[in-house]
């Protein structure tokens, strides 16, 4: 429950105290500052609080985002200002110094500066065409109430459920009907969660009619599969619209995105296996590995990008100068957007070559398309980095180095070999990569794939990985070293798994990437939440990406049949089971960060 305290006196025939019961408040009236005082001091600590002046005139729209959003510890439009329960004290502090010398005065606006003063950040919602006023006359009313019914706020509402920056086939092929279909869920009390796990369910049935190899499964899959998206776009729509935001909400919705399309990739697999809409079977798990691969690899290039210049000063560039200007240039921002093949434009080329095409066919297009766009963005970013004179901070440093996923090897490695070497502006992408190449080198060209110089190249892969995060990752390139670890890491187990031959290895390294790459969207959620990255024991308990290295390769070297899946199984389900139930307990805690995407950026 939510108390709403009206100070002063609401002019005849104010709807003001119906408009706040309609948001869920228990409405109080005060007559001055220290009525104000009394009736805050009844309120139960735990309660959120709203003050508002009876004068106000506004939208209910307007008071809506003032006063509901449960992102911010405080935040205010003119004549109305709210509390939660950690600005409480704050509050109480803040009306204390505020006298009723003024009887004019307007008491939110009187506070609000003083809480941030006190060091509550107050949020003022950007309201567009809405209005919220604390008229002082007749006449100043008389016009604000015609300003509030000159704008439609419920069509303001809907616009501003959809994200203003999306991919052209969600902006113009999902969200402009969605947006209703989140009002209609809205007024029937569905909440975001609930139409989140509609859409992974929707997916998970999808992925299941996949695997059954047959035409009818696959184009019910396809069509299943937009349907997912379709609700993937409403839980974000539902929450912006009716302010339900919520840390399970963004927990469930930072996962079930992968888990949609990943687990679709494996049920793709099994549909080949069984048939593939042909005549025969079809072995297509390292095409699917390879797809997760590459997808997971681009976000973390994405991630670490940003991170890196998260807070950067000086953060500007001649490549990024170029990128503004093309803004203005509408058909461009599209096309840029489309190029980099974001979630919605996935999903749609997935599902309709599901329905007309063979699993192999989609994951061709998917990994060739996939690919382009790694390029394409990878590119422009490196050239933003290498003109750009950005000064990173501490945080970034830190930020890159949790991204980095460093285990206990790699950090003895980075304390005693890694700073007997010289600093240099590029040296830790360039260590990042020799690491890479001593990993892969012999495998791909000298045929060492699951023998114990394998295992020895991993060593040497650990210890020039953690040469590469021996000091703080500042440097220009220095963002490339996360992306770098995670394809060595994924790339490493799918290079074994299929040089292995032994059946059930591919999808048990499917497993068991997945698991991993769970463990690597978890960290990118909390840094974005500000809570930073899983605790260290848990880095530890997994190994680090050089540790699971290690893991892999040995298990390669000692099975060279059943054995070996049987040990990637083994470990896929035991590192899932340490960092979900770590996951959960953190994203569940009462202490944990909402984290809502909206910016926008391809998924």
């Not at 009394?38 to 959120?48: D, I, K, N, Y």
């Not at 109480?92 to 004019?104: E, I, N, W």
């Not at 006359?137 to 203003?164: H, N």
């Not at 957007?337 to 080329?349: F, T, Y």
Request: hydrophobic content about 50%; aromatic content about 8%.
């Amino acid at each position: 429950m939510s108390t709403a305290i009206l100070t002063g006196l609401p002019p005849v025939g104010s709807s003001l105290e119906d408009d706040l019961r309609s948001l869920g408040f228990d409405v109080r009236a005060a007559a001055d500052a220290a009525g104000t005082a009394a009736a805050l001091a009844a309120v139960p600590a735990a309660e959120r609080v709203a003050l508002v002046d009876a004068r106000f005139v506004g939208h209910l729209h307007a008071l809506r985002l003032a006063l509901t959003d449960p992102r911010f510890p405080a935040a205010a439009v003119e004549g109305a200002l709210t509390a939660q329960p950690e600005a409480r004290d704050a509050l109480t502090r803040a009306l204390a110094t505020v006298t009723d010398a003024d009887p004019g005065r307007n008491l939110p606006d009187a506070l609000a500066p003083r809480l941030e003063a006190d060091g509550v950040a107050v949020h003022r919602p950007d309201l567009g065409v809405l209005v919220a006023t604390v008229p002082t006359d007749a006449d100043v009313r008389a016009k604000a109430e015609g300003d509030v019914a000159a704008v439609d706020d419920e069509a303001v509402r809907l616009r501003t459920a959809v994200k203003s920056r999306d991919g052209f086939f969600t902006t113009y092929g999902v969200s402009p009907y969605s947006r209703y279909l989140a009002r209609w869920c809205a007024r029937r009390g569905f909440t975001p969660n609930q139409v989140t796990t509609a859409s992974l369910l929707t997916a998970l049935i999808a992925a299941g009619c996949a695997s059954t190899g047959t035409r009818p499964g696959f184009v019910a899959a396809g069509v299943l599969l937009i349907f997912s998206f379709v609700l993937d776009c409403t839980d974000g729509q539902l929450a912006r619209y009716s302010l339900q935001y919520s840390t399970l909400g963004a927990w469930l919705d930072a996962t079930f995105d992968r888990a949609k399309e990943y687990a679709y990739y494996a049920g793709l697999a099994i549909g080949a296996a069984h048939g593939g809409g042909n005549d025969g079977a079809d072995d297509v798990w390292a095409l699917a590995l390879g797809a997760m691969v590459l997808q997971t690899c681009r976000h973390v290039v994405d991630f670490s990008f940003n991170e890196a210049n998260h807070d950067a000063t000086a953060n500007t560039s001649p490549t990024a100068a170029l990128s503004d200007k093309l803004d203005s240039v509408g058909w461009t921002v599209w096309a840029r957007r489309m190029i980099v093949l974001p979630i919605g434009e996935r999903w749609a080329l997935i599902a309709v070559l599901t329905a007309l095409t063979t699993p192999r066919t989609v994951f061709y297009v998917l990994l060739v398309g996939c690919a382009l766009a790694a390029c394409y963005t990878t590119a422009g970013r490196v050239l933003r980095s290498l003109t750009r004179k950005a000064h990173r901070t501490d945080r970034a440093a830190r930020a890159l180095a949790d991204l980095a996923d460093s285990g206990p090897i790699a950090e003895l490695a980075s304390r005693t070999v890694g700073t007997t070497f010289p600093p240099g502006a590029y040296t830790a992408p360039l260590w990042a990569l020799l690491a890479t190449a001593s990993l892969f080198v012999g495998p791909l060209f000298a045929g060492t794939a699951g023998t114990w110089q394998a295992v020895l190249q991993a060593g040497v892969y650990a210890v020039f990985a953690g040469c590469a995060v021996a000091r703080p990752l500042k440097g220009p390139l220095d963002w490339l070293v996360p992306p770098l670890f995670r394809a060595s890491e994924y790339g490493i187990i799918l290079l074994l798994a299929a040089r292995s031959g032994v059946d059930g290895a591919l999808p048990a390294a499917f497993g068991l990437v997945a698991a991993v790459a769970y463990h690597h969207y978890d960290t990118v959620y909390r840094i974005r939440g500000g809570s930073g990255a899983p605790p260290h024991w848990l880095v530890r308990a997994i190994g680090g990406h050089e540790g699971r290295v290690l893991a892999v390769t040995i298990a390669a070297a000692l099975w060279h049949n059943q054995g070996f899946t049987i040990a990637l199984t083994a470990l896929a389900v035991a590192l899932a089971l340490a960092v979900l139930s770590e996951s959960i307990r953190f994203w569940v805690s009462s202490g944990a960060p909402a984290v809502h995407d909206e910016t926008g950026e391809p998924a």
